[in-house]
């Protein structure tokens, strides 16, 4: 998978996910909320250097720093694409209705692609490709409804693939979470 297939992929993927937010974003129904007892998150997530799928995380509410990871397969026959990111997080500010963060995070991708070949002695051909990406970046999460909360980063990410080139992407993160405290 090239780098603009990806951003194809992210692109759209997050066309959907905002889309159906903005209905219910705009209803606004987060009065305050005191989120010193949030300390658990599961969500969806895509992004450079967050990864792309499912989520859990953790926040320290004391230290205002926290961890997530995530992770998705997708296995057929002919296609193998495995997804996986891990980000530390540092809370710069708590407002009434969301928080200002910096991350660290790191992902990477593995597709596999088997495919007819027009060569008459090969009957099928197979493409193998990894990418790796990591960086910092600054974002701005909003909570909506009581648990739920959509954040939007802006990392620099150092983009490598194997056996090809070194990048530099600023291809945002985006998350979709529920939350709860322990």
């Not at 959907?16 to 969500?43: C, H, R, W």
């Not at 070949?117 to 910092?136: C, I, M, N, R």
């Not at 974002?139 to 070194?166: C, D, K, Q, V």
Request: negative net charge; charged residues 20%.
């Amino acid at each position: 998978m090239k780098l603009n297939e990806m951003r194809k992929i992210l692109l759209t993927t997050w066309t959907v996910i905002v889309m159906s937010i903005l209905p219910i974003q705009t209803a606004d129904a987060v009065e305050y909320k005191d989120f010193s007892d949030i300390t658990q998150t599961v969500g969806f997530v895509t992004g450079s250097t967050h990864g792309v799928g499912l989520a859990y995380g953790r926040h320290n509410n004391e230290s205002n720093s926290g961890w997530q990871i995530s992770g998705f397969p997708v296995w057929t026959e002919d296609e193998r694409h495995v997804y996986f990111g891990a980000a530390i997080f540092k809370t710069l500010h708590q407002g009434k209705k969301g928080r200002a963060f910096m991350s660290f995070g790191a992902c990477g991708f593995y597709n596999r692609s088997v495919y007819s070949s027009d060569d008459v002695w090969v009957k099928e051909e197979t493409d193998k490709s990894a990418h790796f990406l990591f960086g910092p970046g600054i974002g701005l999460e909003r909570h909506w409804a009581t648990n739920f909360a959509f954040y939007f980063e802006m990392p620099m990410a150092i983009h490598m693939e194997t056996g090809e080139s070194f990048a530099l992407v600023p291809l945002p993160n985006m998350g979709l979470l529920y939350r709860w405290e322990d």
